[in-house]
């Protein structure tokens, strides 16, 4: 019961995101014109421009701009010592036919890259890889070999496979955090919701941001051509939004949740 409630979750929160919903009001606009509703197609156009317009990374980097601080990443300078590094899962392609690299996502191995960066900057660190997966493969176990690749030794790794959101990491991961010195990478739109259900559970975290966004550095002529880069960055942007509101509701709702 707990796993469809989980999937229909993941599923509601997926159809919130702007290509799928603006998408649905479209079509159903565009299903009330033919049925001689003109002034559906009004809304029908308000719905592609706005897909077209949040595509842009001139619009884009006006919704991004003040919600990525460069604040959030870590500076090694600021922290002597490190005991915990934690990596948070992100976006897998399951392909048992490829290395463990290779099925990780763009967005899963820039947190690994961050990750094993600052391992090697504190050898006396452990580095903890978590989230879990599908296909019997994990955002852990394929982090895990790829840190070992990349010179981790596995003495030092701990997997948290079970984790399938960001609140399940955060409480099954505090008892291994309270009382040490933890540095929490993910990506910097994250960050924020991240830190808040660590926090709730106790632990304190140094934030080391990833995925920074900077479409105010394109030339100006390619900020106004919507791209696929664009939209997945308000997405991100969407989805963390979302996520917020429902952690508020859930706490409105029961002030021990998450």
Not at 1 to 21: S, V
Not at 88 to 104: K, R, T, Y
Not at 229 to 258: C, F, M, N
Request: charged share 15%.
């Amino acid at each position: 019961m707990l796993l469809i409630m989980f999937a229909l979750k993941k599923l509601l929160g997926g159809l919130l995101m702007p290509l799928p919903l603006i998408g649905l009001f479209a079509l159903i606009a565009l299903f009330l014109a033919f049925k001689g509703r003109k002034f559906s197609l009004v809304i029908a156009f308000f719905g592609l421009s706005t897909l077209l317009a949040i595509s842009t990374p001139f619009v884009a980097n006006l919704i991004l701009k003040n919600n990525e601080p460069t604040s959030l990443s870590f500076h090694p300078s600021k922290h002597p010592e490190l005991d915990k590094i934690v990596v948070l899962g992100c976006d897998i392609n399951p392909n048992s036919v490829l290395s463990a690299n290779n099925q990780l996502g763009n967005c899963a191995l820039t947190r690994l890259v961050e990750g094993v960066k600052l391992a090697k900057y504190y050898p006396k660190s452990q580095l903890i890889v978590s989230g879990g997966g599908y296909e019997n493969i994990t955002n852990s176990s394929l982090m895990y070999q790829t840190a070992i690749e990349l010179g981790i030794n596995k003495n030092r790794l701990l997997q948290n496979p079970k984790a399938m959101d960001t609140a399940q990491e955060a409480a099954l991961l505090a008892p291994k955090l309270v009382d040490f010195k933890v540095a929490l990478v993910t990506s910097v739109l994250h960050m924020p919701r991240a830190q808040d259900l660590f926090s709730a559970q106790g632990v304190t975290s140094i934030p080391a941001a990833t995925d920074f966004h900077n479409f105010a550095a394109l030339p100006f002529h390619k900020q106004l051509v919507p791209n696929a880069q664009a939209l997945l960055a308000v997405t991100q942007y969407s989805h963390e939004v979302i996520g917020t509101t429902w952690i508020k509701v859930r706490r409105w709702l029961d002030p021990e949740a998450l």
